[in-house]
């Protein structure tokens, strides 16, 4: 059975349906189609997440007393697969409202299959500027969770000058850039250092990414250290966490501030030495469950169910696009993609995030929904938030610990 056959939660969906009583007399379900890379923690753990969430709502009576079913097909983070598992979610599982999403490289492959079908689409991935402008302005039935990466640029800019406003000592004037060689990359480094430019010097280069069957970062990293930056800033995938920092600490490189981006990180990234003191940004952490009853919620209920705290925000960003669609259809009272359309843009779902969702035009596309990131630090093995203020849970460290002193 080929991998992006793989169906999963399907059965364990109608077990609990049937455990729970929840199944309204066989009423016929609502079927969710969802696409997500199962073999990255950001996929794994949003999936589990969105899973979750169907069996709360099944349990509570499901939705317009039908209970939902969710099917998820594994996209293995290529554009193909994940076109290939979209097409198969409306033709053979016929999915009523598509869900999901990571990579931008991905939804790009996928959106050629997304118009072709026009179905109700809540995404919860994909930053790339270059998604937005294929998917285009004229796909009302397109909604979009996760910010773009001029929404997360924007916001990175807020957050550095109110820290250096703050915090006088955290200096931010150079910069460099070190970033993965495909689309999410290569965007985030147009965008930063367009957003950038007024900050300071900026400058940067690429590596392939772990993720793509990279993982030497020698050379990024050598002219990174000889541009000897306030702020070095990496943007790739999970994979390359620890070999950048480990590769980092051979040759002795220690910024002021050393500065990670990817969708997720390794589960066990903190237990590491390397980790502390480590910056990134991030939608979610667990410390957010000390200022909000909501995250903390659903972080209980997710360790409760699968044995450990989520190490990504693309788990609660799982969590939320199940509940934000759920809504929608009991404020439609049908799944008429017209009335749906209605009643997703009177989404106003207070979520784990600590955003209230909610969706307005944005540069290109009609619906987008959160448009800010938080910057956190790793602090004695936990991610702690040092901006905004509003979520802050740990003053910063800084500058980042030298090699020797850990």
Same mark, same amino acid.
């Given at each position: 059975?080929k !991998?992006?056959?793989? /169906?999963?939660f399907?059965? @364990? =969906?109608?077990?609990?349906l049937?455990?729970? $009583?929840s #199944?309204?007399?066989?009423?016929?379900?609502i079927?969710?189609?969802?696409?997500?890379?199962?073999?990255?923690?950001?996929g794994e753990?949003?999936?589990?997440?969105?899973q979750?969430a169907?069996e709360?709502?099944?349990?509570?009576?499901?939705?317009?007393?039908?209970?939902?079913e969710?099917?998820i097909?594994d996209?293995?983070?290529?554009?193909?697969?994940?076109?290939?598992?979209?097409?198969?979610l409306?033709?053979?599982n016929?999915?009523?409202?598509?869900?999901?999403?990571m990579?931008?490289?991905v939804?790009?492959?996928?959106?050629?299959t997304?118009?072709?079908? !026009?179905?109700?689409? /809540?995404?919860?991935?994909? @930053? =790339?500027?270059l998604?937005?402008?294929a998917? $285009?302005p #004229?796909?009302p039935?397109?909604?979009?969770l996760h910010?773009?990466?001029?929404?997360?640029?924007?916001?990175?800019?807020?957050?550095?000058?109110?820290?250096?406003?703050?915090?006088?000592?955290?200096?931010?004037?150079?910069w460099?850039?070190?970033?993965e060689?495909?689309?999410?990359?290569?965007a985030s480094?147009?965008a930063?250092?367009?957003?950038?430019?007024d900050?300071?010097?900026?400058?940067?280069?690429?590596f392939?990414?772990?993720?793509?069957?990279?993982?030497?970062?020698t050379?990024?990293l050598?002219?990174?250290?000889?541009s000897n930056?306030?702020?070095?800033?990496w943007a790739g995938?999970?994979?390359d966490?620890?070999?950048?920092?480990?590769q980092?600490k051979?040759m002795?490189?220690?910024p002021?501030?050393?500065?990670?981006?990817?969708p997720?990180w390794?589960?066990?990234?903190?237990?590491?030495?390397?980790?502390?003191?480590v910056?990134?940004?991030?939608?979610?952490?667990?410390s957010?469950?000390?200022i909000?009853?909501?995250?903390k919620?659903?972080?209980?209920?997710?360790?409760?169910?699968?044995?450990?705290?989520?190490?990504t925000?693309?788990?609660?960003?799982?969590?939320?696009?199940?509940?934000?669609?759920?809504?929608?259809?009991?404020?439609?009272?049908?799944?008429?993609?017209?009335?749906?359309?209605?009643?997703?843009?009177k989404?106003?779902?207070?979520?784990?995030?600590?955003?209230?969702i909610?969706?307005?035009?944005?540069n290109?596309?009609?619906?987008?929904?959160?448009?800010?990131?938080k910057?956190?630090?790793?602090?004695?093995?936990?991610?702690e938030?040092?901006?905004?203020f509003?979520?802050?849970?740990?003053?910063?460290?800084?500058?980042?610990?030298?090699?020797?002193?850990?």
């Amino acid at each position: 059975m080929k !991998k992006w056959f793989i /169906v999963l939660f399907v059965l @364990a =969906s109608a077990f609990t349906l049937m455990a729970n $009583g929840s #199944d309204e007399g066989g009423a016929e379900p609502i079927k969710l189609g969802g696409v997500w890379p199962l073999a990255d923690i950001t996929g794994e753990q949003a999936s589990k997440a969105a899973q979750m969430a169907v069996e709360e709502i099944n349990a509570a009576g499901g939705v317009l007393g039908r209970p939902l079913e969710l099917t998820i097909i594994d996209s293995e983070f290529k554009p193909e697969k994940g076109a290939a598992a979209l097409e198969r979610l409306a033709t053979v599982n016929q999915v009523d409202i598509f869900v999901g999403g990571m990579s931008s490289g991905v939804h790009l492959g996928q959106i050629p299959t997304l118009k072709k079908y !026009k179905k109700l689409t /809540v995404w919860t991935g994909a @930053a =790339s500027h270059l998604a937005e402008e294929a998917m $285009g302005p #004229d796909a009302p039935w397109y909604f979009h969770l996760h910010p773009w990466d001029y929404n997360q640029g924007a916001s990175y800019v807020k957050g550095w000058k109110a820290l250096g406003t703050k915090y006088p000592r955290i200096k931010t004037k150079k910069w460099f850039l070190a970033y993965e060689d495909g689309p999410f990359g290569s965007a985030s480094f147009d965008a930063s250092h367009a957003l950038f430019a007024d900050m300071g010097d900026f400058d940067g280069d690429s590596f392939t990414s772990a993720a793509k069957g990279g993982g030497d970062y020698t050379a990024v990293l050598e002219t990174a250290k000889a541009s000897n930056p306030d702020i070095f800033l990496w943007a790739g995938f999970g994979a390359d966490a620890l070999p950048l920092m480990e590769q980092s600490k051979s040759m002795g490189f220690a910024p002021p501030l050393y500065v990670g981006a990817p969708p997720g990180w390794p589960s066990d990234f903190g237990e590491s030495e390397l980790a502390e003191g480590v910056t990134l940004y991030g939608m979610w952490a667990p410390s957010l469950n000390n200022i909000s009853p909501v995250s903390k919620k659903f972080s209980d209920n997710y360790v409760k169910k699968y044995g450990a705290v989520p190490a990504t925000y693309f788990a609660p960003l799982g969590y939320t696009v199940i509940y934000v669609v759920a809504e929608a259809i009991e404020r439609a009272g049908s799944l008429d993609t017209e009335a749906l359309i209605a009643a997703m843009e009177k989404t106003d779902y207070k979520s784990p995030l600590g955003e209230t969702i909610s969706f307005s035009p944005s540069n290109i596309i009609q619906h987008q929904g959160i448009r800010n990131q938080k910057i956190l630090q790793w602090q004695n093995g936990q991610q702690e938030v040092i901006w905004p203020f509003e979520y802050q849970t740990a003053e910063p460290a800084y500058p980042f610990p030298g090699w020797d002193k850990r």
